[in-house]
């Protein structure tokens, strides 16, 4: 199923989904929530300690890596409220061995690469994971999908970036489409040789002519990525309507492109189910960024409609949206399934709680009380330690990179690893 096609499916199941108050797992009593924030505060206490002096050699980061994980594993346990499967998926397991992995390769591919950026392309390569533990196959970093996941640093920041001049954009978008419909294109800058080379990791995986869906997935999220810049105010003025249509469009497209790397003979359910994960990754940032989208002049339903009219009708709604679609993922049936399936539904959910703390201003008070005691903290405590946090983010990054680094282990190139071991397909490639 193509995506336009996949878009209009999406955007029809919105405008006939209802905006009932959302029906979440369970809530906590005050005294519940003191609880959760002192152990909270621990944690976050042993985070500040080590800030204020970073690892600096293997050993020290090795005790800090196992002592670390130890204390989130516990307060996903007891705060979270994860079940022991989601935990020991998520710490110490294979998304940790994949978090290695993507920050030493990083930094062989570019030793220039920030901390901001190896953290930005790691959420990606997470995501990717999902998808392998939904179809049953082993969670592990296969070079199209770190190749995949590090082209969002190069391409998504640079579209994104106000400071470059929109023709400059264009530009740049017209040879990345020739280049990813397989004309030979002579990179403008360092910046855009990254971007080739990075494609060259995924051709050298994926025959253009044995995997075609492999590379129109590529080209279809750039077609997303170049329509969103619509959302920017200073290049163009969609309506309303298609303001959701583009986000619908570039978050199921940033999925599906995952999802072809991982397996490239997807059914067109499965295709559908991942596209609709995806999008829905993609309304619940824009939920979460509305203060950053108003700030930046980025348009979307949520940041168009912040200020005017409270936003609990247009929140409540994509609760529910939510919950169709992801009522979708039982098609996946593999034993591993079972705990992403439920981490996935528990963390959209946990996010538009968050969002909708996070900005109080664009909320009912009755709403805001109706939802936080389906929080394992209270708002107001959210609020403060998130602009800590965010004052800090910088630091933490650091201390994550420097602390999943594989130790001592100089990490090659992956333009020089040739033909990683890839996970069998679901079926034999397109004749």
Not at 107 to 114: G, Q
Not at 244 to 262: F, M, P, Q, T, W
């Amino acid at each position: 199923m193509r995506r336009n096609a996949l878009t209009e499916r999406h955007l029809k199941q919105w405008h006939k989904t209802g905006s009932p108050f959302p029906r979440l797992d369970r809530a906590y009593t005050p005294a519940e929530q003191a609880v959760r924030e002192n152990r909270f505060e621990t944690l976050a206490g042993f985070l500040d300690e080590k800030l204020r002096r970073l690892p600096s050699t293997p050993q020290e980061r090795g005790r800090f890596e196992r002592e670390a994980l130890a204390r989130c594993a516990e307060f996903a346990s007891n705060v979270l409220d994860l079940d022991d499967a989601q935990v020991r998926l998520l710490f110490g397991g294979p998304y940790t061995a994949v978090a290695r992995e993507m920050v030493d390769l990083a930094r062989a591919f570019d030793p220039h690469v920030s901390a901001a950026d190896i953290y930005q392309a790691g959420r990606n390569a997470m995501t990717a994971g999902g998808i392998q533990s939904l179809l049953g196959l082993e969670i592990r970093l296969t070079p199209g999908i770190f190749a995949y996941s590090m082209l969002y640093p190069y391409t998504d920041n640079y579209l994104d970036d106000p400071r470059v001049p929109p023709a400059a954009k264009r530009a740049f978008n017209r040879r990345l489409r020739r280049r990813l419909s397989g004309e030979p294109v002579t990179p403008a800058d360092p910046r855009e040789q990254k971007v080739y080379e990075l494609l060259a990791i995924i051709e050298n995986d994926f025959d253009r002519d044995a995997y075609p869906q492999v590379l129109a997935g590529l080209l279809s999220i750039h077609q997303a990525q170049v329509r969103s810049l619509l959302l920017h105010k200073r290049c163009g003025s969609p309506s309303n309507g298609d303001l959701l249509r583009i986000s619908l469009e570039k978050g199921g497209a940033s999925v599906l492109a995952d999802a072809y790397l991982v397996a490239p003979a997807l059914g067109e359910e499965e295709a559908a189910c991942l596209f609709g994960w995806g999008v829905l990754l993609q309304l619940g940032d824009d939920l979460q960024d509305i203060e950053s989208d108003r700030a930046a002049g980025i348009r979307t339903i949520f940041s168009e409609q912040a200020g005017r009219e409270s936003l609990d009708g247009l929140t409540n709604r994509l609760f529910e949206f939510g919950r169709i679609l992801l009522a979708h993922m039982e098609i996946f049936a593999s034993p591993s399934a079972d705990a992403i399936k439920d981490l996935i539904r528990r963390s959209f959910a946990g996010l538009l709680v968050a969002a909708a703390g996070a900005a109080p201003g664009y909320f009912s008070r009755a709403y805001l009380r109706a939802l936080e005691a389906y929080s394992p903290f209270r708002f107001s405590f959210m609020r403060r330690h998130r602009k800590k946090f965010l004052a800090r983010q910088g630091m933490f990054r650091r201390l994550i990179s420097a602390t999943l680094s594989k130790t001592g282990r100089r990490c090659p190139s992956p333009s020089t690893l040739g033909r990683f071991p890839l996970p069998r397909p679901l079926a034999p490639p397109l004749e």
